[in-house]
């Protein structure tokens, strides 16, 4: 399976200069492709092919006065700058066409130079190289010191090079590794563990354990809260206003990174000591939609589940989803008697039935454990983890041994 492996970049200020560039002539290949779909679509003509936008937007452009400034850059970033227009394009009409899962998408749109992340890809084609000293060494940039946080396994494939809104870059790399290794790394158990996520808790396990909640969102709202009244009270397209937007990015990108580093730890925790986890198909985007969307989105369970997801398939486990109609809540985990709703008020109840105790989260827990049939997994069920499309990595090692720390 395919991962990306992201890396802090701190070019000095030609390399900055450098990649400002790069990212620009790589946005007017992306407009003037999306330009020409659009011209040829009004025209009644068929779309141009992928070879002739190259030959007309790359080579021919490069020899006029217009676009003389796109041969400063390796041809590789805007030959990839065109791959992502068709990719977009093929996406577009994929949903149309109801082929492609997920929320239908838009035609691809212009890029704006206002745009807060920016990105250029380099293949091996472009002949970019890790020097002895450990920076990485791109063409027409130069070499950009890296901070390795972690030993990559194998030698990456393409390498993305990303400013975020917070103005930090970053080195992707995408790296091919054999989960046939990666499950050997992982220490062989037979537990399973049922999960139910919610917000008085962040998780309660099927064993007893609460996980709590750590609201980092709500933790740093206060200091979010005074950097956007010093952004608003900036006029706009002045110096002190982007200084302003800047503080505000940091801000959110502080509590992002929070929030993510707590979801790799104990992602990682629960696939090492479980061998099966089943979890609820929760409807992040309709409870989003509630009063009690920020809580929702500062809890962040899509992006945990979906860590859950990959690191599942990467080394051996099972992950089970149930359906989020599953009445969890309401059915007794000793007897199986469904007791019916209950308001959110209600923490713990009495079964009428056999007369248990049950704490709210915890019986939730056993139901859902119960439900996806992870008993059987227990006493030896064959595991067929699920194939997922390359994720982002973590940038630190929490509990696996990786090896030295170095380029």
């Not at 990839?80 to 394009?89: G, H, I, K, P, V």
């Not at 393409?158 to 809104?165: L, N």
């Not at 992707?172 to 919610?198: E, N, Q, Y």
């Not at 006493?379 to 699920?386: H, L, S, Y």
Request: hydrophobic share 40%.
């Amino acid at each position: 399976m395919q991962l990306r492996y992201a890396f802090r970049l701190y070019p000095d200020s030609g390399q900055r200069h450098a990649l400002a560039k790069a990212f620009g002539c790589a946005r007017v290949v992306f407009n003037d492709a999306v330009r020409a779909r659009e011209d040829a679509r009004k025209a009644g003509q068929p779309f141009p092919k992928a070879g002739e936008l190259s030959t007309r937007l790359i080579t021919e452009a490069k020899r006029t006065v217009e676009r003389s400034w796109l041969g400063e850059v390796s041809a590789v970033v805007l030959q990839q700058s065109l791959r992502d227009a068709e990719a977009a394009y093929r996406n577009f009409f994929a949903s149309l066409k109801g082929t492609r899962k997920g929320p239908k998408l838009g035609a691809p749109r212009f890029k704006s130079r206002k745009d807060t992340r920016q990105s250029i890809r380099f293949t091996a084609n472009a002949r970019w190289t890790v020097t002895a000293d450990g920076r990485l060494n791109l063409p027409k940039i130069g070499a950009v010191k890296v901070k390795w946080s972690r030993t990559l396994p194998n030698t990456p494939t393409s390498v993305t090079v990303i400013k975020d809104a917070a103005g930090r870059y970053f080195a992707s790399f995408v790296v091919d590794t054999d989960p046939a290794a990666d499950a050997t790394r992982m220490p062989d158990t037979d537990r399973t563990i049922g999960i139910d996520l919610g917000l008085t808790h962040f998780a309660v396990l099927s064993d007893g354990t609460k996980i709590d909640l750590p609201r980092f969102l709500r933790r740093a709202e206060k200091r979010l809260k005074k950097a956007q009244r010093e952004l608003s009270r900036k006029r706009k397209g002045s110096k002190n206003r982007a200084k302003a937007r800047l503080k505000v990015a940091r801000a959110h990108a502080k509590v992002a990174d929070a929030r993510r580093e707590f979801h790799h730890q104990l992602s990682t925790r629960l696939i090492s000591e479980n061998q099966g986890i089943a979890v609820e198909d929760l409807s992040v985007a309709g409870l989003a939609r509630s009063r009690l969307a920020k809580s929702v989105h500062d809890a962040g369970w899509a992006q945990f589940v979906n860590m859950l997801a990959y690191k599942a398939a990467r080394y051996g486990r099972t992950l089970v989803k149930i359906g989020r109609f599953e009445p969890t809540s309401q059915v007794c985990s000793t007897c199986g008697v469904k007791d019916g709703p209950k308001p959110l008020t209600v923490r713990e109840w009495t079964c009428t039935a056999c007369g248990t105790r049950h704490d709210r989260d915890h019986n939730a827990a056993l139901n859902i454990k119960q439900a996806a049939g992870l008993a059987a997994s227990a006493c030896g069920a064959p595991v067929r983890p699920e194939p997922v499309l390359a994720q982002r990595e973590e940038a630190g090692s929490h509990g696996f041994n990786t090896g030295n720390r170095a380029a």
